[in-house]
């Protein structure tokens, strides 16, 4: 399997989604600084222009779900389909259960002294674990999300490949 420059990227992208998302579980604190996960979200939303300029003249046509799998296995090797799913629906399950968890803050805050978050305009004083704890949660939400989509970019980079091979 020959990897496209943007299944390249996504797979480096949801490489350093997975470390940081496995750290933070393990660890139980936040990995690398603020501004990082914003570095990740910059990257994941520049795999999904560069997916979208590079097929935006591809049509996606298959026949249902049946014609989708079958040009997915026809593009991609078995060990690549299933981390790439891996990648997708355990990204969303790992950001849908650290959302409901009510383990993320909102605005993370260290002034004065004090740990603080604003959620709705209502501050909240923290003690130094929670704060440290609600950094974690917040970096587990960005990357589970980005792996996530990382995933799906990698998918579909190979699916749209094979279509536009093929027709």
């Not at 420059?5 to 604190?29: D, F, H, K, M």
């Not at 593009?75 to 993320?104: C, D, E, H, N, R």
Request: net charge positive; charged share 15%.
């Amino acid at each position: 399997m020959k990897l496209l420059p943007v299944q390249a990227a996504a797979a480096v992208v949801g490489a350093v989604s997975a470390i940081v998302l496995t750290a933070t579980v393990v660890l139980g604190a936040a990995l690398l600084p603020e501004w990082a996960n914003f570095a990740l979200i910059v990257a994941t939303v520049g795999l999904i222009v560069l997916m979208v300029a590079r097929f935006r003249r591809t049509r996606l046509r298959t026949d249902g779900l049946k014609g989708l799998f079958r040009t997915l296995r026809a593009a991609m090797p078995t060990f690549a389909i299933v981390l790439a799913a891996l990648a997708f629906y355990g990204g969303w399950l790992i950001a849908l259960v650290t959302m409901v968890s009510g383990s993320t803050a909102g605005n993370l805050k260290y002034e004065n002294g004090q740990y603080t978050t604003t959620h709705r305009k209502t501050v909240t004083v923290l003690t130094k674990e929670q704060y440290e704890d609600a950094q974690a949660a917040n970096q587990r939400l960005v990357s589970a999300i980005c792996l996530a989509m990382s995933g799906g970019v990698f998918a579909l980079s190979g699916v749209a490949e094979r279509i536009r091979e093929s027709g």
